[in-house]
């Protein structure tokens, strides 16, 4: 097993890790590396076995506002193992390659987890916070001049 670092310009990687990502999540990241999305500011960390990432954590490197002072962010996401190697201890690993290598490099980490993750996450000093959902119920009428539609990703235009 060896340790695959910013893999998205090489396609067997890309492709094996859009493949777990589709197993574990049913998300596909081809169509957003294809548009130019997937630029340097995403960086996948993986386990290759073989010649196959067997387990991932990705950091977002991106720059926020929080109380009106600038902030560099590190969000971690895709964290997933193949259900073959769970239990192994890789996900574990790779989180604490993550926070080892970042953790100086940013104000701050921070995540989205489900209820699945609850007891996981704690151990490397997250701590859960409530989350709110905001929305405004409107009226969508076809042809009413409306400037109001859904996005659509595959769009260029969107």
Excluded at 25 to 31: L, N, S, T
Excluded at 71 to 91: E, N, S, Y
Aim: aromatic share 14%; hydrophobic share 40%.
């Amino acid at each position: 097993m060896i340790h695959s670092y910013d893999f998205k310009d090489q396609d067997e990687y890309r492709s094996s890790f859009n493949q777990l990502a589709q197993l574990v999540f049913g998300i596909d990241f081809e169509a957003w590396y294809r548009k130019g999305c997937w630029d340097d500011r995403y960086i996948g960390h993986s386990i290759v076995s073989g010649d196959q990432i067997i387990a991932n954590v990705s950091v977002s490197k991106m720059d926020l506002t929080v109380n009106g002072a600038a902030r560099r962010a590190i969000q971690i996401g895709t964290v997933m193992t193949h259900p073959d190697h769970r239990g192994k201890g890789l996900a574990n690993q790779l989180m604490k390659y993550v926070l080892e290598t970042y953790e100086s490099a940013c104000d701050l980490l921070f995540l989205f987890g489900n209820s699945s993750v609850l007891d996981f996450y704690p151990k490397f000093g997250f701590t859960a916070v409530p989350e709110f959902e905001f929305y405004m119920d409107i009226a969508v009428h076809s042809g009413n001049g409306s400037l109001m539609r859904k996005l659509d990703v595959s769009q260029e235009e969107d």
